[in-house]
């Protein structure tokens, strides 16, 4: 179990700056959770490579607190083609 | 990770074209994700080899570090690294999963 202040907090410190963050508790267990990223430290890399970058930020979180995580990455122009 | 399991992990990926590491079998997916990244090999028309992680642990620890990534399933095709649940579900959506899955070896 972790907190979603907690994600938040080392998903923002992990890549500098986050223009769009929303963690959302998928099952109120607090460990299934879903998060969608929008960074400009995205541009130029791939989807795996942006997953990556958030399963780094997030580090040993990812060996146990958090059981599942799925994951929404964006680059900020990406992400407003999408909203668009 | 010991170089066993490594190898071990290598040689999987090398004998066969698709393969997912995944929690239960293509038949018995054991997990949600799991169960997502087979129903959409299923529509792709694609056949694949499954490795059922819980029934061996050091695969399941050892394909976490072997492609630096923490979560299981995971996707092989031709040796490299496609994705988890997330971005090979987005690959069918985009329409692009089979062409991923079809692409002739350079």
Request: charged residues 25%; glycine residues 8%.
């Amino acid at each position: 179990m972790v907190e979603a202040e907690v994600l938040e907090e080392r998903i923002r410190a992990g890549l500098g700056v986050v223009s769009h963050l929303v963690v959302k508790d998928l099952t109120g267990t607090k460990d299934h959770w879903e998060a969608l990223v929008v960074a400009p430290a995205f541009v130029g890399k791939t989807p795996i490579e942006q997953h990556q970058m958030v399963y780094a930020a997030l580090g040993e979180l990812m060996a146990g607190p958090v059981h599942a995580l799925a994951l929404k990455t964006y680059s900020p122009e990406s992400w407003a083609k999408q909203e668009g | 990770m010991d170089d066993t399991v490594r190898d071990r992990i290598k040689s999987i990926i090398e004998s066969n074209e698709v393969v997912l590491f995944m929690k239960g079998t293509k038949h018995f997916p054991q997990c949600g994700f799991s169960a997502t990244v087979v129903e959409v090999l299923r529509r792709s028309g694609s056949d694949f080899q499954d490795v059922n992680v819980l029934e061996d642990p050091a695969i399941r620890q050892g394909i976490k570090e072997f492609a630096n990534w923490p979560t299981i399933p995971q996707l092989y095709v031709r040796g490299k690294f496609v994705g988890g649940c997330d971005i090979i579900r987005d690959l069918y959506e985009k329409g692009e999963l089979e062409a991923v899955l079809s692409a002739t070896q350079d």
